[in-house]
């Protein structure tokens, strides 16, 4: 039984261009959420997705989207990157009919290098 | 909004021996979920202990277990008989009960000496 699963593993782009980061959740997982770890920090949350639709947004600007697909498979896009947006993204499933008591299973993350 | 705090940024521990990592939170919440989470050199996040507000029982599991003290919104793990696999980053986070986002402190460096 896969994991979560993260693609790219690591990438590098340049300050202003657009990235896509991709995400698959354990199979049986329902809902996508994505967070941004920043050099000796903690993850934040950025939003999280369920049925397609994004269900909470954490404090990110509009420059940071998502999407949901059928398969529940998920994907981030950042544009006009900022070298602040250098960051260990990590996206995390779960189960939707566990309320409150979700447990999210993590992928490895994208580690993401602006120049 | 909710706050994690981990005082602790980097413990060390003989192999062997007993270590407790410490977590304050903040929350105006009654019903909520606490955990920690192990992040190794591979990057991915595992869950370690989770412990539910509303059981006064403390949780445990296997060589991990947790002091939970909710008036005094602490939140401490200790590991027992520690290993070298259990070096690694480890985080403590606040989930509310009908949330769905997780609240990460900025984590606490175990090392492991043999």
């Known amino acids: 039984d896969a994991g979560v699963t993260q693609s790219p593993t690591h990438l590098i782009k340049t300050r202003g261009q657009q990235v896509t980061l991709r995400c698959s959740p354990k199979s049986g997982h329902d809902t996508v959420s994505w967070y941004q770890q920043a050099l000796g920090q903690g993850p934040q949350f950025i939003f999280q997705?369920?049925?397609?639709?994004?269900?909470q947004r954490g404090n990110f600007p509009d420059r940071f989207s998502g999407h949901q697909f059928p398969n529940y498979s998920s994907e981030l896009n950042v544009n006009a990157l900022l070298l602040g947006d250098s960051a260990l993204y990590l996206c995390a499933s779960s189960f939707a009919s566990q309320p409150g008591n979700e447990k999210l299973f993590f992928g490895s993350g994208t580690q993401l290098s602006v120049l | 909004a909710q706050t994690v705090t981990q005082s602790q940024p980097e413990m060390s521990v003989q192999e062997a021996e007993t270590v407790t990592l410490s977590c304050t939170y903040d929350t105006s919440e009654s019903d909520y979920y606490l955990f920690w989470y192990k992040q190794p050199p591979s990057r991915q996040m595992i869950l370690v202990i989770r412990q539910e507000a509303y059981k006064q029982q403390n949780a445990t599991e296997n060589r991990f277990s947790v002091n939970f003290q909710k008036a005094a919104k602490s939140f401490s793990l200790k590991i027992s008989d520690s290993q070298l696999g259990d070096a690694a980053m480890y985080f403590c986070?606040?989930?509310?009960?009908?949330?769905?986002?997780?609240?990460f402190g900025a984590g606490t460096i175990l090392r492991v000496k043999s």
């Open positions: 997705y369920y049925e397609e639709e994004e269900r």
């Open positions: 986070a606040y989930k509310g009960r009908y949330g769905n986002k997780l609240v």
